[in-house]
């Protein structure tokens, strides 16, 4: 049994993603961050970075204690590695993987989510913020439709953890979209994992967990996600 630390944002709806596709029991324990839920004590303890996602695997393939983790790339890795699904097995098509992970990890999610900041949630418009991680999502976008020029998916054939990590971070802004006309392929690409039972599945647990998703935040959720600057 898996229990799955989560609220439906991009980075939550990476894990749901994976655990709809396969048949690994878990259980959803919702991390509500507009309410501070990620500064409890107790959830520091296996997630000292005050964000979700995070697991805690009480069947970890060892037989020993349960393993924690966090870090929604760290815990793709640990439940592809731990199924042997969606990640090759030989080292060729792992370091593929890996790649596409890494930069979903450190460049699609971290530049989109900070676009979505300054278009959605800042208190007033910066232009130059605005421009900046305009043109590098943009950027982004253009490297992953050249990436799937004669690919179904990131690495080739079959879908993958890259896709997971992906998918949730295209475009997840509705009141500040972006123009995907420009990336055929993406869109393409989106398509299919759209329309996969497991993704369908992924995203209805999201609306069941927050029915509110989407709606505006008052100023007491944009106090506790944006005005904490440190915990001592
Ligand atoms: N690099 C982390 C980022 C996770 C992250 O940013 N989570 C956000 C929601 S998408 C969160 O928990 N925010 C709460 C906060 O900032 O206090 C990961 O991929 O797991």
Known sequence: MIDLYYW?????????????????????????????????????????????????????????????TFESGAILL?????????????????????????????GLGPMTGQYGHFNVYAPEPIPYAIERYTREVQRLLGVLD?????RAFIAGD?????????????????????DLTPFARVRRWQAAIAARPATQRAYAKGAEV?????QPMSDEEKRILFGVSAVA
């Open 210 to 214: 927050n029915p509110s998703a989407g």
């Open 78 to 106: 640990y439940l592809a590695n731990k199924t042997k699904r969606f990640i090759p097995q030989d080292i060729r098509g792992r370091i593929v993987v890996n790649e596409w992970l890494f930069w979903q990890m450190g």
């Open 158 to 178: 079959d879908y993958s953890i890259a896709d997971m990590a992906c998918y949730p971070w295209i475009n997840p802004y509705t009141k500040a979209p972006l």
């Open 146 to 150: 050249r990436r799937l020029a004669g």
């Open 8 to 68: 439906p944002t991009p980075n939550g709806h990476k894990i749901t993603l994976f655990l709809e596709e396969t048949n690994l029991d878990y259980t959803t324990k919702p991390v509500d961050i507009g309410k501070g839920d990620q500064f409890k004590p107790e959830y520091l303890a296996i997630s000292p970075n005050n964000k979700m996602p995070a697991i805690v695997d009480h069947a970890p393939a060892d037989g020993g204690a349960p393993i924690s």
